[in-house]
């Protein structure tokens, strides 16, 4: 008989479920705990956005660094540091967790040592100037990327595990909703804080909450029940991981998608800079901040459902015009900061430079997860993503040194040269054949 726990009673209503709960894809025992399991994920999931995005280095990081005079070149890495630090190893990661009869605590740890990385961020904030302060958050930063890989892996296998297949799109969906409406909370806050004068003091405390977030996150998570499961192809990781590498040497279909994705990096590289020309030109008010953590946050909620609709039609046309939109605002910023003293010290620029960036970037990666996603299936569409992942970490350390390089000229120069490979991405894009 069905428990009438208020758990159960919500988790029948959110997902509609009047008579026999789905167990699609889940152990007959695991399904009785669904309902728990299902919100003590979205909670655990929010508190972790929720971090993220107080912490995120195209916004906060980005003005952190800039505020206590980190020299650019290091904020030229704060993007790729984070991305690749989680991404790189993910082969030999995922196959470390297949030996775990429970993967629950590999999240949890890895939640843990985000926490830890993300203090000593903040300290180091709150103490140090310049390039001192420039290398100790790189340093930390790598630590977080590196523990943020180990949760990634961990989170899709319980997910697996736990929640029925026909029910784990809507539990993404509930955990954005709710993250995003907290979002736009803490960037209110912050232009509210404003007013007051915020320092250093107050975006270190703001690093310290983020932080918080995950060590919330991994004391919610620890309490999910987690049935044991199979380990086997949990050997050899690096022989597997050599052996799936073949596949960019093989699979020409493959390969062209992963020198297009490479080269739309721009669209996530590009936007630390916007938030280092906003500091230069207008100032470090904590306003700014919080505008570009509100615009960032409505750009991902309105064009989401609208890149999505797109992507079913064509994902490809939806990566590569998406790319345009990044690399034409990026040329345009170039032009106007360069060349029209009236208009680079417009508050409004930065901001609204930012929103339409989010929207770009939000087509950007839906359209590449629908191209992966659409192009294969099975093991196959596994080994596409962690393969294509693992380059990509690697293309962007190199991209990243690319823009420290550039950031030696100007910082409206990075934008232009990641907005170029952001040009050639999009007919990169657009001469890939269509898998929908």
Not at 17 to 22: M, P, S, V
Not at 26 to 34: D, L, N
Not at 93 to 119: C, D, N, P
Not at 258 to 276: E, K, N, Q, W
């Amino acid at each position: 008989m069905k428990s009438n726990s208020w758990t159960e009673k919500l988790y029948d209503y959110v997902n509609n479920e009047e008579d026999a709960r789905i167990c699609k894809d889940i152990e007959e025992s695991a399904c009785q705990y669904t309902p728990k399991n299902y919100f003590l994920i979205l909670l655990s999931n929010t508190f972790s956005k929720l971090g993220d995005t107080l912490s995120n280095p195209k916004t906060v990081l980005a003005w952190v660094m800039s505020y206590v005079n980190a020299p650019v070149y290091l904020i030229s890495f704060i993007v790729p540091i984070r991305e690749s630090g989680s991404m790189l190893p993910q082969i030999i990661i995922a196959s470390y967790i297949r030996t775990k009869e429970k993967r629950k605590w590999v999240y949890v740890i890895g939640a843990l040592l985000q926490f830890i990385s993300m203090v000593a961020i903040g300290l180091v904030t709150l103490h140090a100037t310049g390039s001192t302060a420039g290398w100790l958050i790189i340093v930390f930063l790598i630590a977080f990327s590196l523990s943020r890989g180990l949760c990634s892996v961990a989170s899709k296998d319980v997910l697996g595990k736990t929640i029925p297949k026909t029910r784990r799109g809507r539990l993404k969906g509930y955990t954005v909703s709710v993250s995003g409406v907290l979002v736009l909370l803490a960037g209110l806050y912050m232009m509210y804080q404003s007013r007051n004068g915020a320092d250093i003091t107050f975006y270190s405390y703001t690093i310290f909450f983020a932080s918080a977030m995950w060590l919330i996150s991994a004391l919610i998570y620890a309490g999910i029940k987690e049935f044991p499961g199979a380990t086997a192809g949990g050997q050899n990781g690096w022989k597997e991981a050599i052996e799936r590498m073949s596949l960019v040497r093989t699979d020409s279909q493959f390969r062209r998608f992963i020198i297009a994705r490479s080269l739309l990096l721009c669209s996530a590289l590009t936007a630390p800079f916007y938030v280092v020309l906003a500091q230069r030109y207008l100032g470090k008010e904590g306003y700014l901040l919080g505008l570009f953590i509100i615009a960032n946050g409505i750009a991902s909620i309105i064009s989401a459902p609208v890149w999505g609709r797109m992507a079913d039609k064509s994902s490809k046309n939806v990566m590569g015009f998406a790319a345009i939109i990044a690399s034409v605002l990026g040329v345009l910023m170039f032009c106007l900061v360069s060349f029209a003293p009236i208009a680079k010290n417009a508050y409004w620029l930065y901001p609204l430079a930012f929103f339409i960036l989010g929207i770009a970037h939000s087509g950007v990666r839906l359209g590449r997860k629908t191209y992966i996603v659409d192009m294969a299936g099975g093991n196959k569409r596994t080994d596409y993503v962690a393969v294509s992942n693992t380059i990509i970490g690697g293309i962007l350390l190199v991209t990243g040194g690319i823009s420290a390089a550039a950031s030696v000229i100007s910082t409206e120069g990075v934008i232009l040269v990641l907005s170029l490979f952001g040009i050639a991405g999009a007919y990169t894009s657009y001469k890939l054949p269509n898998v929908e």
